[in-house]
């Protein structure tokens, strides 16, 4: 006998119904016989009219056979689905079986595959790292043999030409010479120094060398010979030292171009490293030999002489000196930017500005008699003057005594600071002393613009270091006082307009006596003739 099968859950839902109906009629025979036997006996009784005995008695006689086949043929039935369901609960089993099987399979496979993706990986990351050892090992040996190869070719040069003084002969002056070209070819890269070797000529003109140095032949003989002792170095074995003219000239065109420093490397045939080593070096130098002697506080008899022709200019007496404060740009530096930024200059070129402080005092012909480098741009004015040497030898130890240094507005009124009126609604009298306090305001401001036009690296930001910007910003201040000294003229396109904001200190007046003695010089000007009328 076939058997059947269940593939889904209404065929399993039907073997249930089917199972507990034959259950059921098995339980309780007699009511399905009881009810298929009075049928049976009305459907003859209407069919013949009679013999209702005799078919009772053929009637149980078949209903007892009739049951006994439904039981077995019930029984087979049952047999059947249970046999089925026992089937499928066998194949079932079967299924979870392969499954669990094939599931397993795979793990050990995957398993198996990641060792060995594993051990590969372990295989070329372990190549990979004996590769790059033997490359380092192999640069080593490299390096160790040109190290030695130099030293042997320069332990030769040295005997060669030890030899060459002993015995004099040509072939070994022959061979000595080829082995310091060697020896040169390995420690300096050739560059062209053709710009320099050109203007380093006696022949050279005299308005080209101004033109990339700023100063004439004279002034910058002058330089070399004053730093010569600073800055010379003595040739090696291995090279030859760069000579002092060429020092002084790096530096000087650097500092007169403000050209980046490879710009600086192509024109004299240097490394760029070398170029900002030598820039440094003569500005350190510059500081230290000339500044002492080219920029300091006057003596007594040259303050009568500059006193005497700030009076001549103004009409004010006992005037030093005439300061201002300006900015020098920079790049943002990595610490305390805000003590940097320059608010005004951001306002005003509408783009982000930093900065530092230079302030300086200068005699009547521009030449800098004081100065104080590198405080933050955000400082203003009275708070850089508060900072300065100059201020705290002014009120300490008596410096100015009886004497005035002229500023702007920027500056508090002091005892030997002399500043401008400020308020409004000014007199004629405060309208003419402002004139002349302008007059001798614009010694200072014109020396600060020829400053920056003569040495254009205070123009940009310079790729100094903010440690040693100071050193820098020295150098040119004295290279500014040289060429002052010195008659050197500057030309005309390199003039610039200096701008710097004036903020009007919160506290404007520190001293009543210099309050009243500023009222005294305004009046003595206007009754004495010597205030301006221009404001009329």
């Given at each position: 006998?076939?058997?059947?099968?269940?593939?889904?859950?209404?065929?399993?839902?039907?073997?249930?119904?089917?199972?507990?109906?034959?259950?059921?009629?098995m339980n309780n025979p007699n009511n399905n016989s009881g009810s298929s036997t009075n049928i049976r006996k009305r459907r003859r009784k209407n069919e013949h009219g009679g013999g209702d005995d005799g078919d009772e008695e053929d009637d149980k006689g078949s209903v007892s056979i009739n049951n006994g086949e439904n039981k077995k043929n019930k029984k087979e039935e049952l047999k059947g689905i249970l046999t089925s369901i026992l089937l499928l609960d066998e194949q079932e089993k079967q299924e979870v079986d392969n499954s669990?099987?094939?599931?397993?399979?795979?793990?050990?496979?995957?398993?198996?595959?990641?060792?060995?993706?594993?051990?590969?990986?372990?295989?070329?990351?372990?190549?990979?790292?004996?590769?790059?050892?033997?490359?380092?090992?192999?640069?080593?040996?490299?390096?160790?043999?040109?190290?030695?190869?130099?030293?042997?070719?320069?332990?030769?040069?040295?005997?060669?030409?030890?030899?060459?003084?002993?015995?004099?002969?040509?072939?070994?002056?022959?061979?000595?010479?080829?082995?310091?070209?060697?020896?040169?070819?390995?420690?300096?890269?050739?560059?062209?120094?053709?710009?320099?070797?050109?203007?380093?000529?006696?022949?050279?003109?005299?308005?080209?060398?101004?033109?990339?140095?700023?100063?004439?032949?004279?002034?910058?003989?002058?330089?070399?010979?004053?730093?010569?002792?600073?800055?010379?170095?003595?040739?090696?074995?291995?090279?030859?030292?760069?000579?002092?003219?060429?020092?002084?000239?790096?530096?000087?065109?650097?500092?007169?171009?403000?050209?980046?420093?490879?710009?600086?490397?192509?024109?004299?045939?240097?490394?760029?490293?070398?170029?900002?080593?030598?820039?440094?070096?003569?500005?350190?130098?510059?500081?230290?030999?000339?500044?002492?002697?080219?920029?300091?506080?006057?003596?007594?008899?040259?303050?009568?002489?500059?006193?005497?022709?700030?009076?001549?200019?103004?009409?004010?007496?006992?005037?030093?000196?005439?300061?201002?404060?300006?900015?020098?740009?920079?790049?943002?530096?990595?610490?305390?930017?805000?003590?940097?930024?320059?608010?005004?200059?951001?306002?005003?070129?509408?783009?982000?500005?930093?900065?530092?402080?230079?302030?300086?005092?200068?005699?009547?012909?521009?030449?800098?008699?004081?100065?104080?480098?590198?405080?933050?741009?955000?400082?203003?004015?009275?708070?850089?003057?508060?900072?300065?040497?100059?201020?705290?030898?002014?009120?300490?130890?008596?410096?100015?005594?009886?004497?005035?240094?002229?500023?702007?507005?920027?500056?508090?009124?002091?005892?030997?600071?002399?500043?401008?009126?400020?308020?409004?609604?000014?007199?004629?009298?405060?309208?003419?002393?402002?004139?002349?306090?302008?007059?001798?305001?614009?010694?200072?401001?014109?020396?600060?613009?020829?400053?920056?036009?003569?040495?254009?690296?205070?123009?940009?930001?310079?790729?100094?270091?903010?440690?040693?910007?100071?050193?820098?910003?020295?150098?040119?201040?004295?290279?500014?006082?040289?060429?002052?000294m010195k008659g050197e003229t500057m030309d005309p396109e390199l003039n610039v307009d200096v701008v710097d904001d004036e903020m009007v200190p919160e506290v404007g007046m520190r001293s009543v006596n210099s309050f009243k003695a500023r009222d005294a010089i305004a009046h003595n000007l206007l009754h004495h003739g010597l205030a301006g009328t221009s404001f009329l």
């Amino acid at each position: 006998m076939k058997l059947p099968t269940f593939a889904d859950p209404e065929s399993l839902s039907h073997v249930y119904n089917l199972l507990q109906n034959s259950f059921y009629q098995m339980n309780n025979p007699n009511n399905n016989s009881g009810s298929s036997t009075n049928i049976r006996k009305r459907r003859r009784k209407n069919e013949h009219g009679g013999g209702d005995d005799g078919d009772e008695e053929d009637d149980k006689g078949s209903v007892s056979i009739n049951n006994g086949e439904n039981k077995k043929n019930k029984k087979e039935e049952l047999k059947g689905i249970l046999t089925s369901i026992l089937l499928l609960d066998e194949q079932e089993k079967q299924e979870v079986d392969n499954s669990r099987r094939v599931s397993e399979d795979e793990k050990f496979s995957l398993e198996t595959n990641h060792k060995k993706k594993t051990k590969a990986m372990s295989e070329y990351f372990s190549n990979l790292d004996d590769c790059f050892s033997q490359v380092e090992e192999s640069e080593r040996v490299k390096r160790k043999n040109s190290r030695n190869m130099s030293n042997s070719v320069a332990i030769a040069a040295a005997c060669s030409e030890s030899f060459e003084e002993e015995s004099g002969e040509r072939g070994n002056e022959t061979n000595g010479s080829k082995s310091g070209g060697s020896q040169r070819r390995l420690w300096v890269k050739d560059r062209s120094k053709a710009w320099w070797d050109e203007c380093n000529k006696d022949d050279f003109p005299e308005d080209e060398f101004k033109k990339a140095f700023r100063m004439g032949k004279s002034t910058f003989d002058l330089i070399c010979e004053e730093l010569n002792s600073a800055i010379v170095k003595e040739d090696t074995t291995l090279r030859n030292a760069i000579p002092v003219r060429q020092r002084v000239a790096v530096c000087l065109w650097r500092l007169a171009t403000g050209d980046p420093l490879r710009i600086v490397s192509k024109r004299f045939g240097l490394g760029i490293s070398t170029c900002h080593k030598l820039v440094l070096e003569v500005c350190t130098a510059i500081k230290t030999v000339l500044m002492p002697k080219y920029l300091q506080w006057p003596n007594e008899a040259s303050l009568r002489k500059i006193k005497t022709e700030f009076e001549g200019i103004s009409g004010i007496p006992n005037v030093v000196g005439s300061m201002y404060t300006s900015h020098v740009p920079i790049i943002a530096p990595k610490i305390s930017v805000a003590a940097y930024f320059n608010k005004r200059h951001t306002e005003r070129n509408q783009k982000t500005s930093y900065s530092i402080t230079v302030q300086g005092v200068v005699d009547t012909n521009g030449v800098f008699t004081d100065v104080c480098i590198g405080w933050p741009g955000s400082m203003p004015d009275d708070q850089v003057l508060e900072k300065s040497a100059l201020f705290q030898r002014a009120n300490n130890g008596g410096l100015l005594k009886g004497n005035w240094i002229v500023g702007s507005s920027g500056y508090p009124l002091m005892d030997w600071i002399l500043v401008p009126y400020t308020q409004q609604n000014l007199t004629w009298t405060q309208h003419g002393f402002n004139e002349k306090i302008g007059e001798i305001q614009k010694v200072s401001k014109d020396a600060f613009a020829r400053l920056k036009g003569r040495w254009s690296c205070l123009q940009k930001r310079t790729e100094v270091k903010l440690q040693d910007l100071p050193v820098v910003l020295g150098a040119c201040c004295v290279l500014h006082n040289i060429c002052e000294m010195k008659g050197e003229t500057m030309d005309p396109e390199l003039n610039v307009d200096v701008v710097d904001d004036e903020m009007v200190p919160e506290v404007g007046m520190r001293s009543v006596n210099s309050f009243k003695a500023r009222d005294a010089i305004a009046h003595n000007l206007l009754h004495h003739g010597l205030a301006g009328t221009s404001f009329l």
